[in-house]
């Protein structure tokens, strides 16, 4: 495969505003306030407690040898895939951590765990959108499952406990309290970030009229897909219609099909991420043709005109 320059550096530029995010809150609203932290910053977090290492030091260290043994085990693209990452993250945090107008930038510690897990999800969901890595915690499970098959998610999970529980005796109760808080929040966030204008609204459609409520959604432009079912309660054979269509969509498509036949079952959903034509990506198409016969798919359509 061809590699990509000018990709490349939009998916660093991401990664790098990303990990910027992640420090910031690390720096800011985390350790100012002695709240558990996880990933590396965890082990940061405990060298200076004990040794008086600084935090960001001790994460640029540990992040270079998960790096070096990223790149002995699994060869140079996984390498280069978290380079960024394994690089900018600490120089952020150390740049953070030195300025003194951003420490303690809220009274109140509560306020801090929010802040702390809104930024840090965002930064998170940025990287992990755009298909990148902070590096760090990251390398140890993704070699595990390259080489011996373990599930990431599961060990993921493990390494962040494990973290979070070796700081446990550095830490007092509200500094726990506020830690999960923080966890807590990042998370929610960090998902919504990764899905967010990724998703939309799938439509089931029953109607005896089902093919004429099919036409009038092609007419005006919103590609279905029929199914052919059985009633469960008479047995009776009957075509189903379904349709994924944005949230600003939803009524038109709604309003449609009930205009064609009131009685008509409509089961709506939400779908968290959709990917093809219309959505991820737009296919030139031709107008709508009533005969099917003479109907072509977009991307013949894509490949005729380009």
């Avoid at 959108?129 to 990431?152: E, H, Q, W």
């Avoid at 999960?180 to 929040?185: E, F, H, T, V």
Wanted: aromatic share 10%.
């Amino acid at each position: 495969m061809k590699f990509n320059f000018r990709k490349f550096l939009i998916q660093a530029a991401q990664i790098t505003v990303g990990n910027a995010l992640s420090a910031f809150a690390i720096a800011c609203f985390v350790l100012p306030y002695d709240m558990v932290a996880s990933g590396i910053s965890g082990f940061g977090r405990m060298s200076h407690y004990y040794f008086g290492f600084s935090v960001s030091g001790t994460v640029l260290v540990i992040n270079i040898a998960l790096f070096i043994l990223g790149w002995v085990c699994l060869g140079n693209r996984f390498a280069l895939s978290i380079l960024v990452g394994s690089l900018t993250f600490p120089l952020f945090l150390d740049l953070f951590q030195n300025i003194a107008a951003l420490q303690h930038l809220v009274d109140d510690p509560l306020l801090a765990a929010i802040c702390a897990g809104i930024v840090d999800g965002l930064g998170l969901g940025i990287i992990i959108r755009c298909g990148g890595s902070t590096g760090g915690i990251d390398v140890p499970p993704i070699i595990l499952n390259r080489k011996f098959g373990v599930k990431v998610a599961p060990l993921m999970y493990m390494f962040d406990m494990l973290i979070f529980l070796i700081q446990l005796p550095i830490t007092k109760t509200n500094g726990i309290i506020l830690g999960l808080l923080y966890a807590i929040i990042y998370s929610i966030v960090m998902n919504r970030v990764i899905v967010m204008d990724q998703g939309g609204m799938q439509m089931f459609i029953f109607s005896k009229n089902i093919d004429e409520i099919n036409e009038r959604l092609l007419e005006i432009g919103f590609g279905t897909t029929m199914f052919h079912a059985t009633g469960g309660y008479l047995r009776e054979p009957q075509d189903v219609c379904y349709c994924v269509v944005s949230s600003r969509n939803l009524n038109r498509v709604k309003r449609e099909a009930l205009a064609i036949d009131k009685k008509a079952f409509i089961s709506i959903s939400s779908a968290s991420e959709v990917n093809g034509n219309g959505f991820t990506m737009l296919l030139r198409d031709e107008d709508y043709n009533p005969d099917p016969t003479h109907r072509r798919d977009g991307g013949e359509i894509a490949e005729t005109k380009l």
